[in-house]
C-alpha cells in the first residue's frame, strides 16, 4: 500500500507545505523507516549536483516519523504494519514546524484507506494534533 499526502493550506497568512509519501506492509509489529533516498527529488529539483545531505533533513526526518507514529496509534489496525516513508519535501519559506508531521499522518491514512477524526492540522500558533480524549468530547 502506498500513500502521498501534499499539504498545502494557508492559515490567517501564512502558507503550511509539505509532501510526504509513505509506502506500507503487513509485518510483525509496527516499525517506521525513512528510505535513504527520501531526499533525492532535490537533484530532480535543482540539478544532479544538488546537495541531498541539509542540516535541516534531520528535522525533517524525526517530524516524518512522528507523524507515522502518531497516524499509527489511531487507525486501531490489528497486527503489525512497516511503513516506509520514501520520500520528505520541504518548501523553504512555506514548510513550518509541524507540517511534515501533520502530512506523514495524513499520508499513512490515505495509504490505508481511512481518516484520522479530529484530524491533525497546522494552525496559526502551530501544528495541532488531537489526542484521543479530544475526539471524544
Not at 500500500?1 to 509506502?23: N, P, S, W
Not at 516524518?64 to 520528505?88: C, D, F, H, M, S
Not at 481511512?114 to 475526539?135: H, I, N
Request: charged share 25%; hydrophobic share 45%; proline share 7%.
Amino acid at each position: 500500500m502506498q500513500g502521498e499526502f501534499r499539504l498545502r493550506q494557508m492559515v490567517g497568512r501564512m502558507g503550511h507545505a509539505a509532501d510526504v509519501a509513505v509506502a506500507i506492509e503487513s509485518a510483525d509489529r509496527d516499525e517506521v523507516s525513512v528510505a535513504p533516498d527520501a531526499f533525492t527529488w532535490l537533484r530532480d529539483v535543482y540539478g544532479p549536483r544538488a546537495v541531498i545531505d541539509r542540516p535541516v533533513n534531520d528535522r525533517l526526518v524525526a517530524e516524518a516519523v512522528e507523524g507515522v507514529r502518531y497516524a499509527l496509534t489511531r487507525v486501531g489496525r490489528p497486527g503489525g504494519l512497516k511503513v516506509t516513508v520514501t520520500k520528505i519535501v520541504d518548501f523553504p519559506v512555506d514548510t513550518a514546524d509541524g507540517d511534515v508531521t501533520v502530512a506523514a499522518a495524513h499520508a499513512v491514512c490515505l495509504a490505508l484507506g481511512t481518516k484520522l477524526q479530529p484530524a491533525p492540522r497546522p494552525t496559526a500558533d502551530g501544528a495541532v494534533f488531537p489526542t484521543s480524549d479530544e475526539a471524544s468530547s
